[in-house]
Each structure stands twice: as C-alpha cells, then as structure tokens.
C-alpha cells in the first residue's frame, strides 16, 4: 500500500521560508515521479511542482517559479518543496502525491502552511 | 495557467444519472487525452477516479465514467448514490508541460 506522509507545515511570516517534507512507503520510490499540489482553505486544487523520479526534470507553476524549489532523497524516500519568500496566498494545504504532469495517483493527507504576521 | 471551467454545483437524486464538465482550451483539454477526475471528501484528500479521459483505477466503481468531445471533458455518475455526494475536480496536461484543474464542482445527492 502506497503510503505518503507529509510534515513540516506550520506557520511563516510573509517573506519568510520554510521546507515541507513528504516520507514515501509502499513504492519504488527511485522510479516515482512526485508532485505538490496544494488547496487554499475553502478554495480548489492548484498543482505546485512535480519532479522525475530521477530528480533531474523539474516543473513549476508560474505562480510559484522562482520562489519554490522542489527536489528529493531517493536514499531517504523523501520529497521536498522549499518554499522561499512566502505570501499570503501561498497558505493552503500542501499534499504530497505520486505522479507527473499526465496523472497523479496517489495523495497524501497534507500539511497546512499558514503565511501571516 | 487559466483554471478549468466546471459548474460550481450539480445535484441528482439517488438512483439518477448526473454529468459534471469540464471545459478548457486546445492547449490542455482539446489537446490530449491526458484529463483526470478526482473526488475530494470534506477534509479529506482526493481520490483518483478518472484517468486518460476515460480510464478507471481498479477499486473505483463502473458507475463512473468519463469521455472528451473538443475543449470539453465529462465525468458521469450513474445510478447516483448517497455516498457520492463530494467536491469533483478536473485536471489536465497541458502544452506548457505543466498540470491544471478545474475549479471544483459540489455534487449533492437529495
């Protein structure tokens, strides 16, 4: 069973940062391509980044690009989004999920990142 | 990176067939049969139940299916049931090698 635990949300001042983790279980971590997506509270699904399983191959949103930095430890089966000079509209849910840009299967059950003063 | 266009809301009685859209460009929808559906519980996290426009994960049941015609992607619900009622998203690939979802669409089961 496929299992993805995220951790490290918490609350951030405006242009601060802060790294989101995201453990996996239960699939051949090396060979899974990763996204992030993210819900703002009340609000729809937005995709954030994903990366190859490899890591080599990144892609971002426009509303993120520059500012979020996603990568992983295929030795520790742990994904990463390091996210930079954070806003306001940057709060929302942060899950972890296996897939690409074509499909995302499996979801983790998310971290909340607050971004106030 | 426009979000997809879906009806903030669609309602059926138990029993009942009900179709949510789902409406992009040429860019993403029109452009690839790369559209997924998924259902959101409330604090929950989303469930994968459409995939390649028309494809079911195993465990998800027959009573849900997809199809494409143009910018317009659907997802019906057949023989509706009480335990459908969920927020229903779209996504799909588009020519920027990035992901887009809809904006969401309640369904409520009366």
């Known amino acids: 069973e496929v299992q993805l635990l995220e951790s490290g949300g918490g609350l951030v001042q405006p242009g601060g940062s802060l790294r989101v983790s995201c453990a996996a279980s239960?699939?051949?971590?090396?060979?899974?391509?990763m996204s992030w997506v993210r819900q703002a509270p009340g609000k729809g699904l937005e995709w954030v980044s994903a990366?190859?399983?490899?890591?080599?191959?990144?892609y971002y949103a426009d509303s993120v690009k520059g500012r979020f930095t996603i990568s992983r430890d295929n030795s520790k089966n742990t994904l990463y989004l390091q996210m930079n000079s954070v806003r306001a509209e940057d709060t929302a849910v942060y899950y972890c999920?296996?897939?690409?840009?074509?499909?995302?299967?499996?979801w983790g059950q998310g971290t909340l990142v607050t971004v106030s003063s | 990176q426009s979000a997809l266009t879906q009806p903030a809301s669609v309602s059926g009685s138990p029993g009942q067939s009900i179709t949510i859209s789902c409406t992009g460009t040429?860019?993403?929808?029109?452009?690839?049969?790369?559209v997924s559906w998924y259902q959101q519980y409330p604090g929950k996290a989303p469930k994968l139940m459409i995939y390649?426009?028309?494809n079911r994960p195993s465990g998800v049941s027959n009573r849900f299916s997809g199809s494409k015609s143009g910018n317009t992607a659907s997802l019906t619900i057949s023989g509706l049931q009480a335990e459908d009622e969920a927020d229903y998203y779209c996504?799909?690939?588009?020519?920027?090698?990035?992901?887009?979802f809809g904006g969401g669409t309640k369904l409520t089961v009366l």
């Open positions: 999920a296996q897939g690409l840009l074509k499909i995302i299967d499996y």
């Open positions: 239960g699939l051949t971590f090396s060979s899974s391509a």
């Open positions: 990366i190859s399983g490899s890591g080599y191959s990144t």
């Open positions: 040429s860019s993403d929808v029109g452009g690839y049969n790369y």
């Open positions: 390649d426009v028309s």
């Open positions: 996504s799909s690939y588009t020519s920027s090698n990035t992901l887009v």
